[in-house]
């Protein structure tokens, strides 16, 4: 089964994050042959991508993946847009994080703690926080230009952070679909008084 951990977002950031879509759209794609859009149903923030596992690692990963988090849930802010590869001719067109990237990446930490004794390949680059929003079908240098001149530099949503979920990915020709398997609450901890 192919796994991954995801921050989600609520319905009020997802419909703002659709129109923003819209509107790049309009200016980007206008006849819709360029990009392919993301469906903001579908959109999330991938915090440990572990790929392909077997399925009796998959239900200790569940098991790891249900138990609360001990960290404080927090708000993540997004903004300003932005193209990969940084150089060279576009494929995919993001979103980014300008509050809360921070906290994103100590939540990847703990999670990534959580998972080292069944996920023997964990990716250890810095995570890149972002949101993608749509990927090229056929680009060219220029779309790179007249994407990032679309870039409001506003704030487009924001979304609480109170969970982290574990997905199930299954891809196909109409595009990937996806199955929570298990959710992991944040909760802060705090001492007892006495």
């Known amino acids: 089964m192919r ?14 994050i659709g129109s923003e879509q ?8 206008p006849d819709g042959r360029l990009l ?3 469906d903001p149903n579908r959109l999330h923030i991938t915090l440990i991508f572990l790929g392909e596992v077997a399925d009796a690692d998959g239900a200790r990963i569940v098991d790891l993946m249900t138990p609360d988090i001990d960290a404080t849930p927090f708000e993540i802010v997004f903004a300003r847009l932005g193209v990969f590869p940084p150089r060279g001719i576009p494929r995919a067109l993001w979103l ?4 809360g990237a921070r906290e994103l990446a100590g939540l990847e930490g703990l999670v990534k703690e959580r998972l080292r004794s069944v996920a023997l390949h964990l990716e250890e680059r810095p995570l890149s926080v972002h949101l993608t929003l749509a990927r090229w079908r056929n680009a060219r240098r220029s779309d790179r230009d007249r994407a990032l001149a679309m870039d409001r530099r506003a704030v487009i949503a924001q979304a609480r952070v109170g969970h982290v979920t574990l997905y199930h990915s299954r891809l196909s020709s109409s595009g990937p679909t996806y199955t929570a398997l298990a959710r992991a609450t944040l909760r802060s901890c705090l001492p007892l008084s006495s």
């Not at 991954?4 to 703002?16: I, M």
């Not at 980014?96 to 509050?99: K, L, R, W, Y």
């Open 96 to 99: 980014g994080v300008s509050e």
């Open 22 to 29: 819209r509107r790049l759209a309009s200016g980007i794609d």
């Open 36 to 38: 392919k859009w993301i």
């Open 3 to 16: 796994l991954f951990t995801a921050v989600d977002l609520d319905d009020v950031a997802r419909r703002a």
